[in-house]
C-alpha cells in the first residue's frame, strides 16, 4: 500500500505563510489524485482541496481559495500546500490522502491512503 507522510506544520501568526508536504511513497494509478483535508478542534475533518498528480488539476474548497495553492513535484512524489494570508481559523491538523481519481475532490470515501497529519497553528 502508498505510505503517505504531511510535513512542514507549526505555529504561526495570522497573516503569516506556511508550506505543508505530503511526501508519497510511489507514483501508481492509486495516486493519481491527492486531497488534503483538514480537522479543527472539535470539528468534523473537512476537504481543503484536491491536485492531479498528472496534470496539476486543482479544485479548492471556497474558504481556501485565493489563498492557499497546490503543486506537486513528480520527480520528488511530493504534493505541496502553500498557505498564505493565514487566519486563526486554519488552525486543524492537516492530512493528505490519495486517490485513484484525478481530482476526487471533497468525499473522503474516493482517497485510500491517509497520512497522520501534521499541526497548523494559527495564532491572533
Known amino acids: 500500500q502508498v505510505q503517505v507522510e504531511e510535513s512542514g506544520g507549526g505555529l504561526v501568526q495570522s497573516g503569516e505563510s506556511l508550506r505543508l508536504s505530503c511526501k508519497i511513497s510511489a507514483i501508481t494509478q492509486d495516486t493519481a489524485g491527492v486531497g488534503w483535508f483538514r480537522q479543527a478542534p472539535g470539528k468534523a475533518r473537512e476537504a481543503v482541496g484536491c491536485?492531479?498528480?498528472?496534470?496539476?488539476?486543482?479544485w479548492y474548497v471556497d474558504s481556501v481559495k485565493g489563498r492557499f495553492t497546490f503543486s506537486r513535484d513528480k520527480v520528488k512524489k511530493v504534493v505541496y500546500l502553500q498557505m498564505d494570508t493565514l487566519t486563526p481559523d486554519d488552525t486543524a491538523v492537516y492530512y493528505c490522502?490519495?486517490?485513484?481519481?484525478?481530482?476526487?475532490?471533497?468525499?473522503?470515501?474516493?482517497?485510500?491512503?491517509w497520512g497522520q497529519g501534521t499541526q497548523v497553528s494559527v495564532s491572533s
Open positions: 491536485i492531479s498528480v498528472a496534470a496539476g488539476d486543482t
Open positions: 490522502a490519495t486517490s485513484k481519481w484525478n481530482l476526487p475532490g471533497p468525499a473522503e470515501n474516493l482517497y485510500t491512503s
